[in-house]
């Protein structure tokens, strides 16, 4: 089941802007927080010691809302908490409901630690798993890794998340990590990624901007870079920066419920507004005979259409078909080249450059779309 959640950062905000912030992505419907005991090892410029008091707080208030949390650690740590590799009690009491490993631990230690009678899921860097793909060996050892969890270990908990990079340029492409999520998911296994708020304050990098996992979302809104991470396969996408704003929040909650992929649309400002109501208002899915230049969507056919801007067709505009082209009046189309113009062709608007990555998972009805406005 999809899931969406926030990242906390304590080592540079107080409690009670961390609680308020918990708070406020809950009632959206937030349900996934990611923490790190570690990150002051990174050497993050003006992270601070965060003390047992103050973690001990946020995981209770977390616990409070009902909020999993998934703790990033190393080796170090796990010892000074007093875990071992079979009794993570202590992560229990302390609300911890996922440890995510970050170095120290071999796959047959994972494996044994996947076995805890505690119910905490183990969560693995996904991120390390495409490092060296080119080969062929990254994925020729997950896999190895992963029947080894499946083997000696209790797979039914192991889950992967994919490392998010503050640092501009360092971050992944969705080509590359492609093989390492299929193979997740052939074992079962969950996977998850980070989407960079836009509106946060930079704490991670301050040259940087934006704390993803896909270097091509770094500056695209959040719900945007969510809906193609889950139109890739993933399971779990996190707002990787310390504080999005309301209105982020907002936006990906709202998109995260629907069971369609939204296409903001620039609309030309001669579009009847009857026309742009019925359009928005329309859950499209494309045709199976996928064409070759073109998205078609026939859940509009039937709309009155006159014959209005019929321009040239250029690369990602949207067209709806007007009463010359007969039993395909209504029809709408979305260019995916440059076409030319068209006396049976209406240009009613563009998608949004946002949005243009997103168009190939709607090709041959391979997900329900709807366009909506941009504002």
């Not at 708070?23 to 965060?50: M, R, T």
């Not at 302390?94 to 440890?99: A, E, F, N, Q």
Request: glycine letters at 6%.
């Amino acid at each position: 089941m999809r899931e969406i959640g926030i990242s906390v950062y304590p080592n540079f905000y107080p409690l009670d802007q961390i609680k308020n912030y918990l708070e406020k992505a809950h009632s959206f419907g937030f349900k996934k927080v990611f923490v790190s005991l570690i990150l002051n090892n990174h050497g993050f410029e003006g992270a601070e010691d965060v003390n047992a008091n103050t973690w001990n707080n946020i995981l209770n208030y977390c616990k409070e809302l009902g909020m999993t949390v998934s703790a990033d650690m190393n080796d170090e740590v796990f010892n000074e908490l007093g875990c071992t590799l079979t009794d993570l009690t202590a992560l229990q009491k302390m609300g911890i409901t996922k440890l995510r490993i970050d170095g120290g631990f071999t796959g047959e230690e994972i494996a044994l630690l996947s076995k805890n009678q505690q119910g905490i899921q183990i969560e693995v860097n996904a991120s390390m798993s495409s490092s060296d793909n080119q080969n062929g060996n990254a994925l020729r050892e997950c896999r190895e890794f992963l029947e080894t969890v499946e083997k000696e270990g209790n797979i039914d908990q192991l889950t992967a998340c994919h490392n998010f990079f503050p640092l501009p340029d360092t971050a992944l492409s969705l080509e590359n990590i492609r093989p390492i999520n299929n193979l997740f998911a052939s074992f079962g296994v969950p996977v998850g990624g980070f989407v960079a708020s836009q509106l946060s304050p930079k704490d991670l990098h301050h040259l940087g901007h934006g704390v993803c996992t896909i270097e091509k979302h770094r500056f695209l809104p959040c719900h945007i870079a969510m809906s193609e991470l889950f139109a890739n396969g993933f399971d779990d996408v996190l707002i990787g920066d310390s504080f999005a704003d309301l209105s982020e929040l907002a936006e990906m909650a709202r998109c995260y419920k629907q069971d369609y992929i939204e296409i903001p649309v620039v609309f030309n400002p001669f579009v009847p507004q009857n026309t742009k109501m019925k359009i928005q208002e329309s859950i499209l899915i494309s045709r199976v005979d996928q064409p070759a230049n073109l998205i078609r969507a026939t859940d509009t056919r039937g709309m009155e259409v006159p014959p209005c801007f019929c321009a040239p067709r250029g690369k990602f505009t949207i067209s709806v078909l007007n009463y010359r082209s007969a039993q395909y009046e209504g029809e709408l189309q979305i260019s995916l080249k440059d076409l030319g113009q068209s006396v049976e062709h209406n240009v009613i608007g563009f998608v949004h450059p946002f949005a243009k990555d997103l168009l190939p998972y709607l090709l041959a009805g391979r997900n329900k779309f709807r366009l909506v406005e941009y504002k």
